[in-house]
């Protein structure tokens, strides 16, 4: 009975210890894992959220100017003016969140010059159109350059707000895998903790039967 109740208490206590480990151990890694998760889906909205405003401002700018070149009224001036300035603010943002981004940083460098090179032309039709060349701005709006760039712009920030879709959707499947660990984790030492309960009972039970045996 002695020798019962020695196996019983060394088996008891080791188990309850496991089950606190276990459940410490499994709760901080779940709690890094989806930190980190979180983090990723987040930066994945912001870049999103920057990349459609980016576009966005681009189409303002477009827009605003060519309705400056056809009508000579300054009003059409503010919204490009404020669009490109908000298009120099749009990619400073970018350019911090895809600092650490080896995959995504040729794509923005190319998505930052083709911008580049779109800012260039349009600020060159707004010249040439108040020094009145007519001709020389008519002929600028009337190329395939400033669509081409435009074209370029919308395939490489397409391309660039798919992958954020795919990180995205990595983000919330790794939330989901680390709840997942993390219910299974606590079952696992849910029932090694019950164990650890239920060699403790037998030993009581045993002292009691021999307590009950000396009385007796």
């Not at 999103?48 to 300054?74: K, P, V």
């Amino acid at each position: 009975m002695r020798w019962s109740r020695v196996r019983n208490m060394a088996l008891s206590l080791p188990l309850a210890l496991l089950a606190v480990c276990l459940l410490v151990g499994i709760n901080e890694v779940g709690y890094m894992r989806s930190h980190d998760a979180v983090g990723a889906l987040a930066r994945s909205h912001a870049t999103r959220a920057s990349l459609d405003r980016l576009l966005q401002n681009m189409l303002n700018a477009e827009t605003g100017l060519r309705g400056y070149l056809l009508t000579g009224d300054e009003s059409y001036l503010q919204p490009y003016e404020q669009a490109v300035a908000t298009i120099n603010s749009n990619l400073d943002e970018l350019r911090r969140l895809y600092a650490g981004s080896e995959q995504d940083r040729e794509d923005f460098s190319q998505l930052s010059q083709q911008i580049a090179r779109k800012l260039s032309e349009l600020n060159l039709s707004l010249n040439l159109r108040r020094q009145n060349n007519d001709d020389a701005w008519k002929f600028v709006l009337s190329t395939d350059v400033g669509k081409e760039n435009m074209d370029a712009i919308r395939t490489i920030a397409g391309r660039l707000i798919e992958h954020s879709a795919q990180q995205a959707e990595r983000s919330t499947e790794e939330i989901h895998h680390s709840l997942k660990v993390s219910r299974l984790g606590i079952a696992s030492a849910a029932f090694v903790a019950l164990l650890a309960f239920y060699l403790r009972s037998e030993e009581h039970t045993s002292e009691l039967q021999s307590q009950s045996l000396i009385s007796y």
